[in-house]
């Protein structure tokens, strides 16, 4: 017994330590750093200013601040109902049946295996470009000049052709996961409810809907994480400057962490910067209690 107390200590404190280094100290930093007056993210402690909540209520004055929370939030839910309806339409769709489904499945979920920088470029050079774009020879095709002529990557526009090129490349990742709630549910249900005359439709609502409520909370919660780190797609739209129709809080955070040039003048600001990853980390928090609050599987079985 005594032995295998050793062993067990012996490979679990290594993890732990590396664990407590690289995860728990950063963030137990990083909130503290939040409460002070940092300039460079690099200074040492010694030269910390003490400002209270001070970042935090600059932070939520700032109108490009908030901008960026709006655009987080809109990014969030109107690309959440987007992506969560067309993965799962796919997923069923993929799961009835059909033949080549292994091939549906792999061409669905190849945007995620490509680089982001390398789908971003495509969509801005070759779909929304003005001049030669798809959508505008679509639109020129379908003599639908209107739809032909719209700007997408002008100010009233990029925000929409960004939402679209994200949500395109994030479908297949939660298409997966809604494939993998599906397939769990047994097929006794459905050959019950065929017997008692009720159609697709009915199943999909009556059956498949209600048991997948613990693989939606996952795919929130999946979707939440990922848009909050949302940072790569917004700085190829607006690679020059922050544009304040694609600008998100890690954007924000990345200029107030590395400065943003300014008349020939560089500001930093490490402690606002921790405070917006503090923030960040909050949103993620309160969709993940919500989810589990509201989004109950317990009284469900397989």
């Keep these: 017994m005594k032995r295998n107390k050793s062993m067990i200590l012996a490979f679990t404190i290594p993890g732990t330590l590396l664990f407590l280094l690289t995860f728990v100290y950063p963030i137990i930093r990083t909130v503290i750093m939040s409460f002070f007056s940092i300039t460079e993210i690099t200074d040492p402690v010694s030269k910390w200013a003490f400002s209270g909540i001070q970042n935090y209520t600059a932070l939520f004055q700032n109108s490009l601040f908030q901008t960026s929370l709006w655009n987080l939030f809109r990014i969030w839910l109107y690309g959440g109902i987007i992506i969560m309806a067309v993965s799962l339409l796919l997923a069923t769709i993929l799961t009835s049946g059909v033949r080549g489904k292994g091939f549906f499945q792999a061409a669905i979920y190849l945007p995620n295996v490509i680089s982001a920088v390398a789908m971003a470029t495509m969509w801005i050079q070759y779909v929304f470009n003005s001049s030669y774009g798809f959508l505008t020879n679509f639109f020129k095709a379908l003599h639908l000049d209107a739809l032909a002529s719209i700007q997408w990557l002008d100010g009233d526009h990029k925000f929409w052709a960004l939402l679209i090129s994200y949500c395109f490349g994030m479908i297949g990742h939660h298409m997966l996961i809604w494939i993998s709630g599906i397939e769990r549910i047994s097929t006794d249900y459905y050959e019950a409810a065929g017997i008692d005359g009720a159609n697709k439709i009915k199943q999909f609502f009556h059956i498949t809907l209600p048991l997948l409520k613990g693989i939606l909370r996952t795919n929130i919660i999946m979707w939440s994480i990922s848009v909050a780190g949302f940072f790569i797609w917004s700085q190829l739209f607006s690679p020059l400057t922050p544009d304040t129709s694609t600008v998100v809080p890690m954007v924000y955070m990345y200029v107030k962490l590395f400065g943003a040039d300014s008349v020939d003048v560089v500001s930093r600001d490490a402690g606002s910067g921790a ?28």
Excluded: P
């Design 275 to 302: 405070a917006i990853g503090i923030i960040l980390c909050l949103f993620i928090v309160i969709i993940f209690n919500v989810a589990n609050r509201l989004l109950k599987d317990d009284d469900l079985e397989f």
